[in-house]
């Protein structure tokens, strides 16, 4: 029997929830439930008291200092949905700064299998990157808890679609509106080595904009996939994956490994319950509807052609069963002419091609000529998606605005390849052995061009700011240095800590960098000054007065002391040349000038 559904609970799962919770490792894939909504429009869910016991614990929480727990949206079998404030967001001035957080639930956090359920689900969707799938921002633990921070969608998912057209379903154009971002966010995800393996209405978010979200890749599966070396491999077996039954093909449901078959089959069902209003099988799982000899009736709001591409993908047997959703996106789309208007079309080609033909040649030719460069064009077009990375960024530049969306569409296609093409190009600069330090303006270069490409990448995102944190503590630890160098007097132009080569450093780092010496090392090289004057000591001089001048001439008193310490060296070194001149019994020329200041400054 149907369970009840509200905005906020799955399709599946028959069993109480105490039972399907009561231990992850003998968790059923009959029971399989999370299919949670994330909507800003639901307020009420079928949780039980305990539920809501835990949420009234848990809620105005901050998680990982940053994200407020504000209210439950949404319980599944394994995990509950809160609505989050991002304060961080909220402190930046964005208008909407809501995120949906995903708990895993107390009962399950000493089970390792759940908890890395969750984490997969958020690794497998961060690698993702399309429009049609859910965004992933963060995930991690804060001290018991397991969390994963995803996009706030504010919509119903296609159950309630699907019950607010009974008993009809959806006109056609309107259903493939919906089925057409599927399709194409299956695609993606297959051509990246991810299959969803518990794809369902429950699982599937349209937004008040018309667009929608796959969610919940919590028991995706990765496949190999030699085009795509950079697809890891980390759905390892686990007791707590699971699938829901009455979407699931009968190779899933013998215990076979999932695999792109089956979310080509859940995607069929899909279709037909927002075709019709029911599902293929009256809710029954395919094994079950093959034994009763159930017989599918076509929805009325598809084409008999149409229905023949669709009815395939849900055959029974594996060998009679369409397993190409490209073929299948083909198929549904298509657009064909009645027999009768076609004949009528091409007999006017032909006669009026031939009439033209026969009394304008030459602009037959003409347009010979521009369906050859059209054709070219195409052609062109086409080549963009079997460009090598190298070759594509040389020419991206000089690409004309034709080639707007296929240049878009290959920076989609690649972006995994493409983003840890940037992070080699950074983890180059931060190995270089030609300077001293890294190049933080060639790093910046570097992801500034990346991030004209993706400017949502969660990974750059994250690399810049890791980068950037590099360049503080570096600068940080050049300032220290050179603060601890003039603190203990070391105006010298050598040694280990050079201060002319450490603010070189700073400098090299940071073009702008403004260095402002401690209060301690101020008193340091006045004290050591005075000294110096009071001496008369012209080799300490010669060493304080450029690190005066360098560090410590930045009021009218320090430039007054520096001034008086430069002519008092040099009354020193020209006294010392007149009496060495004396002793060689020559007629020297006696410094008066350097005499008064010498005099002066006794």
Excluded at 451 to 466: A, I, R
Aim: glycine share 4%; with cysteine; charged share 20%.
């Amino acid at each position: 029997m149907e369970k009840k559904e509200t905005k906020a609970t799955s399709s599946v799962g028959s069993n109480a929830e105490a039972n399907q919770i009561s231990k992850v490792n003998h968790i059923s894939k009959n029971c399989s439930d999370e299919s949670t909504q994330i909507q800003s429009s639901t307020s009420t869910h079928d949780a039980s008291p305990a539920v809501h016991a835990s949420a009234s614990q848990i809620v105005g929480r901050i998680i990982n200092g940053r994200y407020e727990l504000l209210d439950l949206i949404g319980h599944g079998g394994m995990s509950d949905v809160y609505r989050a404030r991002d304060l961080v967001l909220e402190e930046m001035g964005e208008k909407t700064p809501y995120v949906a957080i995903k708990l895993l639930q107390p009962s399950l956090h000493e089970y390792a299998d759940a908890t890395s359920l969750l984490i997969r689900e958020a690794r497998k969707t961060q690698r993702l990157s399309h429009d049609n799938i859910i965004r992933v921002f963060d995930y991690g633990f804060d001290e018991e808890l397991c969390y994963l921070v995803m996009e706030w969608l504010d919509g119903q998912t296609l159950d309630n679609v699907i019950k607010s057209h009974r008993p009809n379903g959806l006109p056609y154009q309107q259903a493939m509106a919906i089925l057409s971002q599927i399709l194409s966010a299956l695609i993606y995800a297959h051509k990246h080595g991810v299959i969803h393996a518990d794809l369902k209405p429950g699982n599937i978010m349209l937004s008040r904009d018309g667009s929608i979200k796959i969610f919940d890749f919590g028991v995706s599966h990765s496949v190999s996939n030699s085009a795509n070396p950079t697809c890891n491999n980390d759905s390892a077996p686990s007791d707590v994956s699971g699938y829901t039954p009455i979407y699931a093909t009968p190779e899933l449901l013998k215990g076979q490994a999932p695999s792109s078959d089956d979310d080509v089959f859940a995607f069929c069902c899909i279709a037909y319950e927002l075709l019709s209003s029911r599902h293929p099988f009256g809710r029954k799982t395919i094994e079950q509807a093959n034994r009763e000899q159930w017989v599918i009736s076509k929805p009325k709001h598809i084409s008999r052609l149409k229905w023949r591409a669709l009815r395939s993908g849900l055959e029974y047997t594996k060998s009679d069963r369409e397993c190409s959703l490209n073929a299948l996106q083909t198929e549904l789309t298509k657009r064909r002419l009645p027999k009768s208007l076609a004949v009528l079309v091409m007999g006017a080609v032909f006669i009026g091609g031939g009439y033209v033909y026969s009394v304008q040649q030459k602009t037959i030719d003409a347009l010979q000529t521009k369906v050859n460069q059209q054709a070219e064009h195409l052609s062109s077009l086409v080549n963009i998606f079997d460009m090598p990375a190298d070759t594509f960024f040389a020419s991206y530049s000089t690409m004309s605005e034709a080639f707007t969306m296929p240049k878009q569409a290959w920076l989609r296609q690649n972006q995994t390849a493409v983003v840890e093409h940037y992070e080699r190009l950074v983890d180059q600069q931060l190995r270089s052995r030609e300077s001293r330090y890294p190049n933080y303006y060639a790093i910046e270069k570097i992801l500034t061009e990346a991030k004209q490409f993706y400017p949502d990448s969660h990974m750059l995102n994250t690399l810049t700011n890791t980068i950037n944190q590099s360049l503080l503590r570096t600068l940080e630890s050049l300032k220290n240095k050179l603060n601890q160098a003039l603190e203990q007097g070391e105006f010298q132009s050598q040694g280990v800590n050079n201060i002319y080569q450490l603010l070189d450093d700073l400098k090299t780092l940071r073009h702008d960098y403004v260095f402002t010496p401690s209060l301690l090392a101020q008193q340091t090289f006045e004290q050591q000054l005075d000294k110096a004057l009071l001496e008369r000591n012209a080799d300490s001089l010669a060493d304080l007065i450029p690190a005066g001048e360098t560090f410590f001439n930045h009021s009218e008193h320090q430039q007054s002391s520096l001034a008086g310490a430069l002519a008092l060296k040099q009354a020193i070194l020209d006294l010392s040349d007149y009496k060495s001149n004396v002793s060689r019994e020559s007629s020297p020329y006696f410094p008066i000038t350097q005499l008064i200041w010498f005099i002066a400054l006794n």
